[in-house]
């Protein structure tokens, strides 16, 4: 199975990989146009409540997801998401308990593929992670120079 296709009824595979790195992309810095990401972690189970916002604050997508990783391969998962509208959202906040971590999504082509470039905010300030998305069987090329840091 590769990218976007089914994996259930409502649930889709999704096959990633992510890399630590040092800093934002050549020709990107921190006035370049980002998504604020506000994920909710919910406590012992593998939910994620999830608030996208653009640079002004403005609602783009809530929903709450499950991530299941599939046995044996670590890059891939199994992903299921519900949309919320903005009033669902504010209610499931303030019910659910976990760890919030919130970051801003800079987006970056390189070698043909879309990567995103995540910078940390609040208890995870100054960390910055890329990920790239594929489909099963396709080799994924490290841009060494661009954005030099570890394999997660």
């Known amino acids: 199975m590769g990218q976007g296709e089914k994996a ?57 997801g499950r991530k299941e990783s599939v046995e044996g391969r670590p890059e891939e998962a199994i992903m299921t998401n519900l949309y919320l509208e903005g009033d669902e959202w504010d209610l499931m906040k303030a019910s659910l308990g976990g760890v919030w971590v919130v970051k801003r999504r800079y987006k970056e082509v390189w070698m043909g593929r879309r990567w995103s470039v995540d910078v940390f905010e609040g208890a995870h300030n100054g960390l910055v992670m890329a990920e790239v998305e594929f489909g099963r069987g396709q080799a994924v090329e490290i841009p060494p120079v661009v954005w030099p840091g570890g394999d997660l």
């Open 8 to 64: 259930g009824k409502y649930a889709c595979f999704e096959i990633e990989r992510r890399f630590l790195v040092d800093a934002l992309p050549n020709g990107c810095n921190q006035t370049c146009d980002f998504v604020r990401i506000r994920d909710l972690y919910v406590t012992g189970t593998r939910l994620r409540l999830r608030r996208m916002e653009n640079s002004a604050g403005i609602l783009l997508k809530a929903k709450l």
